[in-house]
């Protein structure tokens, strides 16, 4: 089984609503990460936690929330989605002690 | 802004032949790494330079790094098919926190 999941793997979402993505990793890393990947461009940092009760801002984080429910698991909502939040959702995470990072398999989001 | 900035954006070349990609960034590191991304699927990490390195080689990789002039270059000897992918680097930056910056990447075709 993959280490860092996402789900859902697709989802076609509609202007306005709310939408959650869902991360889990069975790495027992501490850190998790949420990126958005547009076309033809690198990753953009939206969120990321460095332990259950610390959440931080990153790059992009206007129009996006997360929740860091256990150690294992990290969401991400969009509250009231938009279709320039149309993009591929990548989750990561690592060890503390080392600066790897680890990928999951990406959610595209299509927002209409 | 983007902190790591890959070039060229493209390249194209025969199996068998070498494949270098450049990448330069802005401020000063704690590491850089290069990741590889296979069409629409979530990074995998290659290798990580440290600051004080000034080259490292992981089996077909070979990464240098010149801190004066703020780049790093991958060089990937006798490619496959199976390398064709995008490659990004990523930079950990001082006083980041340990989060990294990726770049925009370098597609690689590799014809058979």
């Known amino acids: 089984d993959a280490d860092v999941t996402q789900t859902p793997r697709n989802r076609i979402t509609k202007t306005g609503k709310r939408i959650m993505l869902e991360c889990s990793q069975t790495k027992g890393h501490d850190r998790m990460y949420w990126y958005r990947q547009d076309p033809g461009l690198g990753l953009r940092l939206i969120y990321y936690s460095f332990d259950v009760k610390d959440i931080n801002k990153g790059e992009i984080s206007d129009g996006y929330s997360v929740s860091r429910q256990a150690q294992a698991k990290f969401s991400l909502s969009l509250e009231s989605a938009i279709p320039n939040q149309t993009a591929l959702y990548f989750c990561a995470t690592s060890d503390g002690g080392y600066e790897t990072q680890y990928f999951g398999p990406g959610t595209r989001l299509l927002v209409l | ?112």
């Open chain 2, 1 to 112: 802004s983007q902190q790591g900035e890959e070039d060229p954006q493209a390249l194209s070349i025969q199996e068998g032949e070498n494949a270098t990609m450049n990448c330069s960034y802005k401020t000063s590191i704690n590491n850089l790494q290069w990741y590889r991304q296979n069409s629409g699927r979530g990074l995998v990490h290659l290798i990580l330079i440290r600051s004080n390195e000034r080259e490292k080689h992981s089996g077909r990789l070979r990464v240098t790094l010149d801190t004066s002039k703020k780049s790093s270059s991958l060089l990937i000897t006798a490619s496959r098919a199976a390398d064709t992918a995008s490659y990004f680097c990523a930079t950990d930056l001082r006083g980041s926190a340990r989060q990294l910056t990726f770049g925009s990447g370098t597609q690689l075709t590799v014809l058979p």
